[in-house]
């Protein structure tokens, strides 16, 4: 049995069932969009293929026979049942939104600002999975990624956001008990973050050679961890002034020097090219771009970096 149905098109039951409930070759033709030939070589198919006769063929009329009766009973009951279960499916897949981001950029930028889009958009949900891989989008609810790199990932479309400008911060009381004034103090600081990170800052200021320079004493890629020792007045640690704009306006973070540097990419909102128009990705996406421009720390590094929010990767 399941060889036999694995011979007939679905297409063909689907042109079946709208003849049948609507008892005409033409007016199937107009409600599926097809030639009324084409209606009428679909059905002579699935009669060849059942080997049975469906319909009884009459001058101007049509009637179904007792297979066909039989037949579009069941049908339009599989059809229908499929229909509901596509409009269900699609409700879903539109009432939720899956983000997947990096830690520093969601505990940072997003958590504060999320909330807003929710009350803007009420009828669609937000789940975020915190990740530092980049998502492939296939499957796993996943419609738009936050990821840091160049913006150049295949099948992707991508938008800037937030350049990957980086300088010195830490708490208050670090600054005071180590007098730190100039870039050389920080060679007798607790330096936290990657060491490789740290040696471009001290090459952009004029210390590539300085063999003094210690060695960070806590080594992380994690922007928000790094950041929190620092805070926690264990160390100077080199952060996103953008990410730590409210720490910095509250006194709970110094940053010490004007001296920023970009380190390269930045952070970009990406989804596959093919869903750039979907509604709840088209309504994330122009949000969170306004809400990139309007920052004003972004609208700065923007300008130190020379790059523009929106710009297409």
């Not at 509901?84 to 879903?92: C, H, L, S």
């Not at 020792?229 to 006194?251: C, H, K, S």
């Amino acid at each position: 049995m399941i060889d036999n149905l694995a011979r007939i098109p679905l297409d063909a039951i689907r042109v079946f069932e709208a003849t049948a409930r609507l008892n005409s070759f033409t007016r199937a033709a107009e409600a599926l969009g097809m030639t009324q030939a084409a209606v009428s070589w679909r059905i002579r198919d699935l009669e060849q293929r059942l080997g049975v006769a469906l319909f009884v063929r009459e001058t101007r009329r049509i009637a179904l026979t007792l297979e066909g009766q039989r037949l579009a009973s069941a049908s339009s009951e599989a059809l229908n049942l499929m229909r509901r279960a596509i409009n269900d499916v699609m409700e879903q897949d539109q009432s939720v939104l899956g983000i997947t981001t990096l830690q520093t950029l969601a505990t940072q930028w997003l958590a504060t600002r999320i909330g807003m889009f929710q009350l803007a958009n009420p009828d669609l949900a937000v789940k975020i999975d915190v990740d530092n891989g980049l998502s492939d989008f296939s499957g796993h609810g996943t419609d738009i990624g936050l990821r840091f790199g160049s913006g150049q990932w295949p099948g992707l479309e991508s938008r800037f956001l937030i350049p990957a400008l980086f300088t010195p911060l830490c708490s208050p009381e670090l600054q005071a008990s180590l007098d730190i004034r100039t870039p050389a103090d920080l060679k007798s600081a607790p330096l936290v973050g990657l060491p490789q990170e740290w040696a471009e800052w001290f090459a952009r200021v004029g210390m590539a050679d300085d063999s003094e320079t210690p060695p960070p004493r806590v080594i992380s890629e994690n922007q928000a961890m790094e950041v929190a020792t620092a805070m926690a007045g264990q160390g100077v640690a080199l952060g996103n002034p953008v990410f730590y704009d409210r720490e910095i306006r509250n006194g709970h973070l110094v940053r010490l020097f004007d001296a920023n540097i970009a380190l390269g990419g930045g952070y970009w909102l990406c989804y596959p090219k093919e869903r750039r128009n979907l509604p709840k990705i088209a309504r994330f996406r122009d949000w969170m771009l306004d809400m990139a421009r309007s920052d004003a720390s972004n609208i700065e590094a923007c300008r130190l970096s020379g790059q523009t929010v929106g710009t297409i990767g």
